[in-house]
């Protein structure tokens, strides 16, 4: 392994993402190309899917959708229950 000649700057929200999905044993560098170039062929790392969902408005929009209909459903079993009494 060399020495960095290179410098980048990253968002603290990047660095956080980058540490989450880094293996203990893995470098930067190491991480970085795994990922982007693809120098093995392990593909657990997720990154490509969160990216997707979280790039993609459509399935966040999809997700919010669901999440309130699951309030308003929860809501309204617990208004029958309560006038039944």
């Known amino acids: 392994m060399s020495t960095s000649h290179t410098q980048i700057r990253v968002s ?3 660095k956080q ?3 989450r999905r880094r293996r203990a044993d ?3 560098n190491d991480f ?3 990922v982007l170039i693809g120098t093995t062929s392990d593909s657990s790392d997720g990154l490509d899917q969160e990216t997707k969902t ?3 408005p459509v399935s966040l929009h999809r997700k919010r959708a669901k999440i309130r209909r699951n309030g308003w459903t929860r809501q309204l079993t617990t208004e029958e229950t309560d006038t039944n009494d």
């Open 12 to 14: 603290t929200r990047v």
């Open 17 to 19: 993402t980058l540490d």
């Open 26 to 28: 893995e470098s930067y």
């Open 32 to 34: 970085l190309e795994r």
């Open 54 to 56: 979280e790039s993609d």
